[in-house]
C-alpha cells in the first residue's frame, strides 16, 4: 500500500505562493491519476486539482489561473504550486490516489489579508 505524506504548507499573505509536495512511499509510475483536494473548516473536501499519467492538469474554477499541479514519477512526488493566494484558498490540503483509496495526512495553508 502507498502511503502519502504532505508538505508545503504555511502562513502565507493574500498574494503570496507556496509549494505543496505530496511524497509516496511507492513507485507512482504506474498509476494514472493522482488529486489535490482541501478542506476549510465547515466545509466538505473539495476536489482542486487532478493530474493524469501524462501529466494533463484539471481545475476547479476557483483556482484556475493561479494553481499548477505536476508530477515528477522518478522521484515519486506530486506538487501543487500555488500562486495569487486568496484567504479563501485557506484550508487543509490533501493528496489522493482515487485507485487505491490512499489519502496523506493533509497540510495546512492559512492565507492572511
Known amino acids: 500500500q502507498v502511503q502519502l505524506l504532505e508538505s508545503g504548507g504555511g502562513l502565507v499573505q493574500a498574494g503570496g505562493s507556496l509549494r505543496l509536495s505530496c511524497a509516496a512511499s511507492?513507485?507512482?509510475?504506474?498509476?494514472?491519476?493522482m488529486d489535490w483536494y482541501r478542506q476549510a473548516p465547515g466545509k466538505e473536501r473539495e476536489l482542486v486539482a487532478q493530474?493524469?499519467?501524462?501529466?494533463?492538469?484539471y481545475y476547479v474554477d476557483s483556482v484556475k489561473g493561479r494553481f499548477t499541479i505536476s508530477r515528477d514519477n522518478a522521484k515519486n512526488t506530486l506538487y501543487l504550486q500555488m500562486n495569487s493566494l486568496k484567504p479563501e484558498d485557506t484550508a487543509m490540503y490533501y493528496c489522493?490516489?482515487?485507485?487505491?483509496?490512499?489519502w496523506g495526512q493533509g497540510t495546512q495553508v492559512t492565507v492572511s489579508s
Open positions: 489522493y490516489i482515487p485507485r487505491l483509496d490512499a
Open positions: 493530474i493524469s499519467s501524462g501529466g494533463r492538469g
Open positions: 511507492g513507485s507512482i509510475f504506474s498509476i494514472n491519476v
